[in-house]
């Protein structure tokens, strides 16, 4: 992705890298579900939604940035801005699971709705519950929601290092 622009270079690899981060993130998380088997909470659910969000704007920044560097450079604004927002809710997981605050008082599993009684015993029967405030896995120390905490926080600020960094600046 390298442009041929030099005005956009440094902007550019800040906002691929993030890209690219985020993007790992993100497809770990469905990877640790879908193949892993662990059943995301309803946090660990809602920290899923500024990749959801930012990683498109981070997309569309990246294909501008030739053409349109300003407006690039607004979309990795915001694409920080959604990334901090990101960065909060895993901080906030986090800090729920190791008992500084309490969690939503709603958090504690998310069945599928059925509409037909006779499978609905069978349904609430095979549904396992997931607390919020209980990390189901850890690696040095961090659990999913502070592992998303970090890769937010790297994410938001290669985002906001791309909205303002000078074309010929260094990562």
């Not at 809602?46 to 498109?56: A, F, K, N, Q, T």
């Not at 604004?77 to 939503?104: D, I, K, M, N, T």
């Not at 008082?105 to 095979?126: P, Y």
Request: hydrophobic share 55%; with cysteine.
């Amino acid at each position: 992705m390298t442009s041929p622009n030099p005005a956009v270079r440094a902007p550019v690899r800040a906002a691929a890298l993030a890209f690219a981060i985020g993007l790992a993130t993100i497809l770990g998380a469905w990877g640790f579900q879908l193949i892993g088997g662990y059943v995301p909470c309803k946090l660990c659910l809602e920290e899923r939604i500024p990749y959801y969000v930012g990683l498109p704007i981070l997309l569309l920044g990246l294909v501008l940035a030739a053409r349109a560097p300003k407006p690039a450079r607004g979309l990795y604004l915001l694409a920080g801005l959604v990334f901090l927002a990101g960065f909060g809710l895993g901080a906030y997981h986090a800090g729920a699971e190791w008992g500084f605050w309490a969690g939503p008082s709603d958090c504690g599993g998310g069945a599928a709705v059925t509409t037909n009684a006779a499978d609905l015993l069978k349904q609430i029967q095979g549904t396992r519950l997931v607390s919020c405030t209980e990390a189901t896995w850890r690696m040095f120390g961090l659990s999913f929601a502070g592992w998303n905490a970090v890769a937010s926080a790297a994410v938001a600020l290669l985002s906001l290092r791309a909205a303002t960094a000078s074309p010929a600046a260094p990562l």
